[in-house]
């Protein structure tokens, strides 16, 4: 089944304690994107990423890093979460970023 | 800058009427427009989508418009149904760096009531 999966659904940290939250597809799309969704914001998008080893911001990129060192996996890295990046997490994945956006389940993350 | 508006934030519609979401965009070069469904606790999910070449696309009791001169899209849904309560986000692409993006509205919260 074609599919994203993004790991954890749920998780609650302390401020300062570095976490991953994991992203995977298995479509062989070149690109993939990171949102965090918030009420009244929509979907804003933290960075994406047009291919391995290639990646951009988007509109809220701080205090977020990415890597693509491999095409099925894009993980979203926090090196020291703040209470402000509570929110909900979804990754996505398209062919060419043009159309046919698939999202992963959504990781839904609490920072006290 | 690259921008979407939609409107209204939250609509509320009894059973069988029909409902309209708006969105505006602001880059005159986006030439794909499309709207995604997102149940409470779901991910979101593409239910219709337009390009730039065509005004109008329907698909049962949904339908998209194209303004490319206003530079505006509606989403249309006919005969509601409660299943229809979710929030529907649109989106338009902008061209990045050779690369294309989706930026997202902020979304519609829909409620139809029976």
């Known amino acids: 089944e074609a599919q994203v999966t993004q790991n954890p659904r749920y998780l609650i940290t302390v401020t300062g304690k570095k976490l991953t939250v994991t992203c995977s597809q298995n479509?062989?799309?070149?690109?993939m994107s990171w949102y965090r969704q918030d009420p009244g914001l929509g979907l804003r998008q933290i960075y994406y990423?047009?291919?391995?080893?290639?990646?951009d911001k988007g509109d809220v990129p701080e205090g977020y890093k990415v890597s693509r060192k491999e095409k099925r996996n894009f993980p979203l890295i926090l090196e020291s979460p703040s209470p402000n990046q509570t929110s909900l997490y979804f990754c996505?994945?398209?062919?060419?970023?043009?159309?046919?956006?698939?999202f992963g389940s959504g990781t839904r993350l609490t920072v006290v | 800058g690259e921008n979407v508006e939609q409107h209204p934030s939250t609509l509320s519609v009894q059973e069988g009427d029909s409902a309209v979401i708006k969105c505006t965009y602001s880059?005159?070069?986006?030439?794909?427009f499309p709207w995604y469904k997102q149940e409470l606790g779901k991910r979101p999910q593409l239910i219709i989508d337009i390009r730039s070449n065509v005004g109008e696309k329907k698909d049962q009791r949904i339908a998209v418009t194209l303004n490319k001169t206003a530079k505006h899209f509606s989403l249309h849904i006919t005969e509601t149904q409660p299943e229809d309560s979710a929030v529907y986000f649109c989106a338009a692409n902008f061209a990045s760096g050779g690369y294309n993006k989706l930026i997202f509205g902020a979304g519609t919260r829909l409620a139809v009531h029976p």
């Open positions: 479509m062989n799309h070149e690109y």
């Open positions: 990423s047009m291919n391995v080893e290639v990646t």
């Open positions: 996505a994945s398209s062919k060419t970023g043009f159309y046919g956006y698939t």
């Open positions: 880059d005159s070069a986006s030439n794909y």
